[in-house]
Nanobody, 126 residues
Framework: QVQLVESGGGLVQAGGSLRLSCAAS????????MGWFRQAPGKEREFVGG????????SYADSVKGRITISRDNAKNTVYLQMNSLKPEDTALYYC???????????????????WGQGTQVTVSS
């Protein structure tokens, strides 16, 4: 069973940047696509972005496109979420997740992800 541990969240002023990390335990990390999701209080969990198993493809939600970059280091079993030009509406608990199936294409559907981290809080002040 894979374990995912997010880190890097915190309090930042609007316009600032944060880099979140998600470290995965176990083998076969490089075989799975990864995703980042977020959930703000009173709202549903929403897709932020994803990266393919090879790192060659990424996808981003329209709400963050142009402000975030997802990357991965398969040698370190880690996926990253670089967030720039942060806005108060980016405030949420951010989760990383691993796709259910290896070698699968990019997807934004949370039901396609079978393993989730505990989340790291990002708070953006105005």
């Amino acid at each position: 069973q894979v374990q995912l541990v997010e880190s890097g969240g915190g309090l930042v002023q609007a316009g600032g940047s944060l880099r979140l990390s998600c470290a995965a335990s176990g083998r076969s990390f490089s075989s799975y696509g990864m995703g980042w999701f977020r959930q703000a209080p009173g709202k549903e969990r929403e897709f932020v972005g994803g990266i393919s198993w090879s790192g060659g493809s990424t996808s981003y939600a329209d709400s963050v496109k142009g402000r975030i970059t997802i990357s991965r280091d398969n040698a370190k079993n880690t996926v990253y979420l670089q967030m720039n030009s942060l806005k108060p509406e980016d405030t949420a608990l951010y989760y990383c997740a691993r796709h259910v199936l290896p070698w699968h294409g990019l997807t934004a559907d949370p039901t396609d992800f079978g393993s989730w981290g505990q989340g790291t809080q990002v708070t953006v002040s105005s």
